[in-house]
């Protein structure tokens, strides 16, 4: 099985930075996407940033230019920095990897159990 355990989030003051950690383990043959989505109580899970294997990043507006995806293959983990928290960043969020198994097969969704980001004064 492949378990994603995602660390980091809690309370912040507005203007606040937070650093979510997301790492994959269990039967991994490697790791294609991995990225950070958040879902806000009564409105859906939205993408938040997306980072390719090869390091091409992906974010969404509301983001760009305050977070910063990054991964560290070896240990696969995924990162996501977040500066300048803005009360409308408050959101559970959820890591996720297209994880491939085994050499020579598809990539497979997982998600991890989600962090609570509270930005508030």
């Known amino acids: 099985q492949v378990q994603l355990v995602e660390s980091g989030g809690g309370l912040v003051q507005p203007g606040g930075s937070l650093r979510l950690s997301c790492k994959a383990s269990?039967?991994?043959?490697?790791?294609?996407?991995m990225g950070w989505y958040r879902q806000a109580p009564g409105k859906e899970r939205e993408l938040v940033a997306v980072i390719t294997s090869g390091g091409s990043t992906n974010y969404a507006d509301s983001v760009k230019g305050r977070f910063t995806i990054s991964r560290d293959n070896a240990k696969n983990t995924v990162y996501l920095q977040m500066n300048s928290l803005k009360p409308e960043d408050t959101a559970a969020y959820y890591c996720?990897?297209?994880?491939?198994?085994?050499?020579?097969?598809?990539?497979?969704?997982?998600w991890g159990q989600g962090t609570q980001v509270t930005v508030s004064s």
């Open positions: 996720n990897a297209d994880v491939v198994r085994r050499r020579w097969t598809k990539g497979v969704d997982y």
């Open positions: 269990g039967s991994i043959f490697s790791l294609n996407a």
